[in-house]
């Protein structure tokens, strides 16, 4: 299992647990954690799982590809540590990662 630290926009914290393989996105919704909608199911066509990935986080993650640019170019409020979280798979180096989520997802 891989722990994922979710940190709402207000402040506050969920720790929670996913398999490897899993999407943080998919690891969001089974442990429902609100700010994570994931409207496509993860078919990375409608960033409403976008998240901001701590910048110490970065470097261990496969970079964004094309289809994860274009849905974030049209994102709100993206930074440049913006990832769709259904394009982050959880493997045993992401264990404790930590995702903010922005006010909103849509």
């Given at each position: 299992?891989?722990?994922?630290?979710?940190?709402?926009?207000?402040?506050?914290?969920?720790?929670?647990?996913?398999?490897?393989?899993?999407?943080?996105?998919?690891?969001?919704?089974?442990?429902?954690?609100?700010?994570?909608?994931?409207?496509c199911g993860g078919n990375c066509s409608c960033a409403?799982?976008?998240?901001?990935?701590?910048?110490?986080?970065?470097?261990?993650?496969?970079?964004?590809?094309?289809?994860?640019?274009?849905?974030?170019?049209?994102?709100?409020?993206?930074?440049?540590?913006?990832?769709?979280?259904?394009?982050?798979?959880?493997?045993?180096?992401?264990?404790?990662?930590?995702?903010?989520?922005?006010?909103?997802?849509?």
């Amino acid at each position: 299992m891989v722990r994922v630290r979710f940190i709402q926009h207000d402040g506050t914290e969920q720790v929670v647990q996913g398999e490897v393989g899993s999407s943080v996105m998919q690891t969001a919704r089974d442990n429902l954690v609100p700010g994570i909608i994931g409207d496509c199911g993860g078919n990375c066509s409608c960033a409403t799982c976008h998240g901001y990935v701590d910048p110490a986080w970065l470097d261990k993650l496969e970079p964004r590809d094309e289809n994860e640019e274009l849905m974030l170019d049209g994102a709100m409020d993206t930074e440049s540590n913006s990832r769709l979280t259904c394009q982050i798979k959880l493997t045993p180096e992401l264990d404790g990662i930590v995702v903010r989520l922005p006010v909103s997802q849509t």
